[in-house]
């Protein structure tokens, strides 16, 4: 956990490193994406029917992971499980992870319809962050995070529908 600049209250500017393996992993079915052969992979392919909930989406997401791995408190720890809130809120968090990973692995089998693509791979990326931040008592990644769960699905069921 590294401290740079004091904000205010307990918050810092500073560099949750811990936060950029967390974005790594989850980005990871991206990372392996052209790795892939897809027959078909409308993700990736969609049209843009929302453009402006597309700069909503993509500013909530950006944020997300930019709140997650520049704000830090400065009470915090590079790991910690030593609260019943911290474990629950790290075990939903992993869970949302699972669900995320295994969506995708439905995905790349050809099993790519809409409500499988709305909730596993778009609703669980929201729910992750969100429980991240609240692991880590960063409550401005918890709000975008919940911003993001109504915006990131909406706008992903709204380019996909037919």
Not at 59 to 79: E, H, I, T
Not at 113 to 121: F, T
């Amino acid at each position: 956990m590294l401290r740079f600049v004091k904000l205010g209250g307990e918050q810092y500017l500073g560099l949750f490193v811990l936060g950029l393996v967390l974005f790594l992993l989850q980005e990871l079915p991206y990372i392996v994406m052209p790795l892939i052969h897809l027959s078909s992979n409308p993700v990736m392919t969609m049209t843009e029917k929302a453009p402006v909930l597309n700069i909503i989406e993509k500013a909530l997401m950006f944020g997300c992971v930019g709140v997650m791995l520049l704000l830090v408190r400065s009470d915090a720890k590079w790991f910690s499980l030593s609260t019943p809130k911290e474990i629950l809120c790290f075990t939903v968090a992993m869970v949302a992870l699972a669900g995320n990973f295994i969506g995708w692995g439905f995905y790349y089998t050809g099993h790519q319809n809409l409500v499988l693509i709305v909730v596993l791979l778009c609703a669980f990326v929201p729910v992750f962050y969100g429980f991240i931040g609240l692991w880590r008592g960063n409550w401005a990644l918890a709000a975008l995070s919940a911003a993001a769960l109504i915006v990131h699905p909406l706008h992903v069921w709204i380019n996909l529908r037919s």
